[in-house]
């Protein structure tokens, strides 16, 4: 078999074999119990035996917890760990780890995972403003940006003044991620409908930003099992071949605002892409559905152009005519509902809708899928995966 060290490429050498997932909610479990949870169902889900797992990727944002998950889901001897930082940048890049884990000999079998607990509003940093800044932050909070959504209300500012962009642009986000959400029984938003009129009568909470621009705050924790491809084979489940990686950091940059960038529209995304689609032996022309971080409505358009959907400066206009909706558009987009009408853990549910469409059972199942994209947040240090059907 060739080497991984042969071309330093690790494409379609892993395979995600298993995906589990907690209620997603308003729940009374820990953040440990939480991702026990996802990693055992995970597990059961590949036919695999805690004992075999060597390797784990985790969030910085969950410290010193291997010890932890280890200790009581019953894992073998971990010969791999690895954290990745910057909240909704890492998701893609803790699969990414893993795969790079096992295709390397450094584990046999890796889980990524990530557990969070922010149903309560107390729970969220924006909620505790007493901590005196010292970091990067010292330059924009005391000036009245004090959450993520602020930030991203700047960038969308200037977004809409370069481009053109409006209100209904980023409607057209919001909408198809609720139609997907309402096809999708284990989606928050499952059962809450949404009209154009709804949307346009939504409270500000960071104009241009209303509510239905934002993602949700949820409790939950989602886990995948990374194998060798050909370990995969002989698993109970129909492997997701893990087809390319790559994480991204432009220079100058600063986190959800960029401004000392001469463009601060061209952020992560763009760095990440190119590094993605050169591993890759597939471009975006040939991706049949996509999974686009969504902490907040105008970084789907940021997404599609920095990951080559669509000219700059033309993602906005990419969304209209429902053309990121199932059923109607050339892109579906988010299709169980993403963190905006799904639910919000750091868009690590977006690796497991991105595994179902490969396996065939999204409940918004794209024909033909066979390539997915999977990109972690905009706007900080990021990262992105590519998964295809095995071959």
Avoid at 219 to 227: I, N, Q
Avoid at 277 to 301: N, T
Avoid at 358 to 381: C, F, K, N, Y
Wanted: proline residues 4%; hydrophobic residues 40%.
């Amino acid at each position: 078999m060739l080497s991984v060290f042969d071309d330093g490429n690790i494409r379609d050498r892993t395979a995600i074999v298993g995906i589990g997932q907690t209620k997603l909610g308003k729940l009374e479990d820990s953040e440990l119990s939480l991702a026990c949870q996802a990693i055992s169902l995970a597990l059961d889900d590949a036919g695999i035996a805690p004992s075999e797992v060597d390797g784990l990727s985790s969030s910085l944002l969950e410290p010193a917890r291997e010890v932890q998950v280890a200790k009581n889901v019953g894992l073998g001897n971990i010969t791999f760990f690895s954290q990745v930082g910057y909240g909704g940048g890492a998701a893609c890049g803790l699969v990414g780890h893993a795969a790079m884990a096992v295709a390397t000999g450094q584990c046999n079998v890796a889980v990524a995972w990530r557990a969070r607990k922010r149903a309560a509003k107390n729970s969220r940093p924006w909620a505790q403003t007493s901590t005196r800044l010292a970091d990067h932050t010292q330059w924009s909070r005391p000036f009245g940006m004090l959450r993520p959504v602020d930030e991203i209300a700047m960038l969308t500012r200037r977004y809409m003044h370069e481009y053109g962009a409006t209100r209904d642009h980023l409607a057209n986000v919001a909408l198809a991620s609720r139609a997907h959400a309402n096809r999708n029984p284990n989606a928050t938003m499952y059962e809450k409908t949404m009209t154009r009129e709804q949307y346009m009568d939504a409270r500000w909470i960071s104009e241009p930003l209303c509510l239905f621009d934002n993602c949700l705050e949820t409790d939950g924790a989602l886990a995948v099992v990374v194998t060798r491809a050909d370990r995969a084979r002989d698993t109970s489940t129909e492997p997701v071949l893990i087809h390319a990686t790559a994480q991204g950091l432009p220079p100058q940059h600063q986190t959800m605002t960029n401004f000392f960038n001469d463009d601060p529209l061209r952020g992560p995304a763009w760095v990440t892409a190119a590094k993605l689609w050169e591993r890759a032996d597939v471009g975006p022309s040939d991706v049949k559905v996509a999974q686009l971080y969504d902490a907040f409505s105008p970084l789907i358009p940021l997404s599609l152009e920095g990951y080559g959907f669509c000219k700059r400066g033309e993602g906005a206009a990419f969304t209209d005519n429902g053309n990121t909706q199932w059923g109607i558009g050339t892109l579906p987009v988010n299709t169980s509902g993403g963190g905006m009408s799904e639910a919000y853990v750091h868009g690590f549910n977006l690796i497991l809708e991105g595994v179902r469409q490969i396996r065939g059972t999204s409940t918004s199942q794209v024909e033909g899928a066979d390539v997915s994209l999977v990109t972690s947040g905009e706007g900080v240090p990021t990262s992105a995966i590519l998964l295809t059907k095995a071959r």
